[in-house]
């Protein structure tokens, strides 16, 4: 696939992707629930399936394309998708920035220490707030955001270690990580084979690898991840995500 860095203004009128892209997002659900982890996985959430309301009217609202940027991010933590269903859904995002509602019920089966609470959750994702609070400073309208771009999550599953810990899908064991893998990689084909993306941005290494080994695209562009866990984001994670995107070219998105 070419990327033309061509203006959003020479884009043809969005089309009505959004039903395909409900479709894709519920082939992954189903497809992923298929699947066994042993350990350092206890724990196993499916935001696609225990807040799919919530999920669903993200896709069918924001989901028109062509898109001319999609940013990718890894999965999702216990305070963001994992309580919302929404890429990086901080409550208050989802809330206010984003206003979607929906009904969440939480899963049978739950760690104690990180209880699904949807739009009751009090405890705010950092990495939520850092990357849609930077977007909602640039775009005061989530529509104007979502004319441009789209926000997506490589893998749909929340992974738990018996402690409670949050677990990234690099941290599973081999075979279990392939087997995810195949499955998150064919969804994020259809997803970018819809969206038309002219732009593929990983929120983080490991979802820019994903989108190279997916594309076989070169142009790949990787923007630091907002996590409070990493040095750099806590060191001011907007002016070095707006870096990474300038240095790449993507001039006006941050």
């Given at each position: ?60 609202r924001y989901g028109r394309g062509p898109k001319d940027v999609l940013l990718l991010g890894m999965n999702p933590g216990p305070f963001g998708m994992g309580q919302t269903g929404v890429p990086f859904g ?165």
């Open positions: 696939m070419t990327v033309s860095s061509s203006s959003l203004g020479s884009r043809v009128p969005a089309k009505n992707t959004s039903t395909d892209l409900v479709a894709v997002a519920e082939r992954l659900k189903s497809r992923v629930k298929r699947l066994r982890f042993g350990e350092p996985v206890a724990y196993v959430y499916n935001p696609l399936e225990y807040a799919w309301p919530v999920a669903r009217a993200y896709f069918e901080e409550v208050a995002a989802v809330r206010d920035y984003l206003r979607l509602q929906g009904d969440i019920t939480p899963p049978r089966r739950f760690h104690e220490k990180r209880p699904v609470l949807g739009f009751a959750c009090a405890r705010s994702e950092v990495s939520g707030q850092r990357l849609w609070g930077a977007f909602a400073k640039r775009y005061p309208a989530a529509d104007d955001f979502f004319a441009r771009a789209f926000v997506l999550n490589y893998c749909p599953l929340l992974f738990l270690g018996a402690s409670g810990a949050n677990l990234t899908p690099d941290k599973l064991a081999k075979d279990e990580r392939v087997a995810l893998e195949a499955i998150c990689d064919d969804a994020l084909a259809e997803t970018i084979a819809l969206l038309e993306p002219r732009h593929l941005v990983g929120v983080g290494v490991y979802a820019a690898k994903r989108a190279a080994i997916v594309t076989g695209r070169a142009d790949v562009i990787t923007m630091p991840h907002p996590s409070p866990a990493s040095p750099t984001a806590n060191r001011g994670w907007e002016q070095a995500a707006q870096k990474a995107l300038v240095d790449a070219g993507l001039t006006d998105l941050l």
